[in-house]
């Protein structure tokens, strides 16, 4: 990862990145930022990211996808749109587009979540279908899903579909357990819906529950057990643990030691789930965050020199040098 945003070398990054974009090597990205406690700071991260991508240029959506708690139009200066997702859910709107609302800042718009808080229990597979496909079609280089709290399937679905899942934790056992369990979840939900490991959803099942009678914890014990009772699914089980690349922002650091949280969550999600977690980095604790959400303004257009700013533009560049990585292996 880069060491400083204001360096010449830095610059030029950026400048060719754009030049790829330009060049259209790049597909459309869908970032989600997810994680399995409120108030982690999944708004302040995808609010940052979209911003700062569309403050190098690139057209960029972000939509709230937090239909109990919709709050990201305040987090990017908006007042609560007319139409949002959920009138997309409820039929009210046919065509995502339509939801769709500029900001004051050049190149980024946003789809607001929902006016009224919204059961993600009311949602159907079918409407959750046509919300992925429509999410899939928007007219942006950038699209940045800010997820809500929890792990319902609603919400790993919507983790599942983005190239880059971030998962964002504070330094703090209780935020650092959800995270665990929401990487799981995911990891679970994403065998689940894959029709190849059909034959083996019984124990997929069991170890979505805690303390199943498999004694499943997770996804390496989950590949003993395949390797044990149908070897010949283990091999692919164990590519789709390795394709599973989950990222980690850690939140509101006040030291070295919260910084360090990141490695040694790194570290435990490879040995005890065989999950190669990769920690993107830290946003420090800035006690003007919430000055600038009171005033509904996007933290980095207030403070563009702050540490917070620096980091989410390390963190942008160091994603879309990977962006282009992994897609020129897949060419
Ligand atoms: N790095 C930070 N420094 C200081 N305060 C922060 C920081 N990050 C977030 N906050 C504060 O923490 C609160 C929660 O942040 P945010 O709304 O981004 O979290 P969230 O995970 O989206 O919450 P929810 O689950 O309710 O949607 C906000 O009031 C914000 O001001
Ligand atoms: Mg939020």
Not at 139 to 149: E, H, M, R, V, Y
Request: some cysteine; charged content about 20%.
């Amino acid at each position: 990862m880069e060491t400083n945003t204001n360096t010449s070398e830095n610059k030029g990054i950026w400048a060719s990145l754009h030049s790829q974009y330009r060049g259209h090597q790049f597909q459309k990205q869908i970032w989600a930022i997810g994680g399995g406690k409120g108030g982690v700071g999944k708004s302040l991260v995808s609010s940052s990211l979209a911003f700062d991508l569309a403050k190098h240029g690139f057209t960029t959506i972000a939509i709230d996808l937090d239909l109990g708690g919709a709050n990201l139009h305040t987090v990017l200066g908006q007042t609560p749109p007319k139409k949002c997702v959920s009138d997309f859910l409820s039929g009210n709107v046919v065509d995502l587009v339509e939801c769709i609302v500029d900001t004051q800042y050049p190149n980024l718009k946003m789809i607001g979540g929902a006016k009224d808080d919204l059961k993600i229990t009311q949602i159907t597979e079918e409407k959750k279908k046509m919300l992925i496909n429509q999410i899939r079609g928007l007219p942006a280089q950038f699209i940045i899903l800010d997820l809500g709290a929890g792990t319902s399937q609603y919400t790993l679905d919507f983790f599942n579909i983005a190239q880059v899942g971030i998962v964002t934790v504070l330094p703090e056992p209780t935020s650092i357990e959800n995270a665990y369990r929401f990487l799981k979840a995911v990891y679970y939900h994403r065998l689940h819906s894959n029709s190849r490991f059909e034959s083996i959803q019984p124990m997929i099942e069991a170890a979505m529950i805690p303390n199943n009678q498999l004694g499943i914890q997770s996804p390496s014990d989950l590949l003993n057990e395949v390797n044990f009772q149908n070897p010949e699914l283990a091999g692919e089980l164990k590519r789709s643990i390795k394709d599973f690349k989950p990222k980690l922002v850690l939140n509101q650091t006040r030291s070295q030691t919260d910084i360090d949280v990141g490695f040694s969550m790194k570290s435990v999600a490879k040995k005890y789930f065989g999950i190669d977690l990769d920690y993107l980095g830290y946003l420090e604790y800035e006690p003007n965050v919430w000055q600038s959400v009171r005033k509904m303004r996007p933290f980095l257009a207030e403070h563009p020199q702050s540490r917070i700013a620096t980091h989410v533009d390390r963190i942008c560049n160091y994603l879309l040098k990977h962006a282009r990585i992994e897609q020129t292996l897949n060419e």
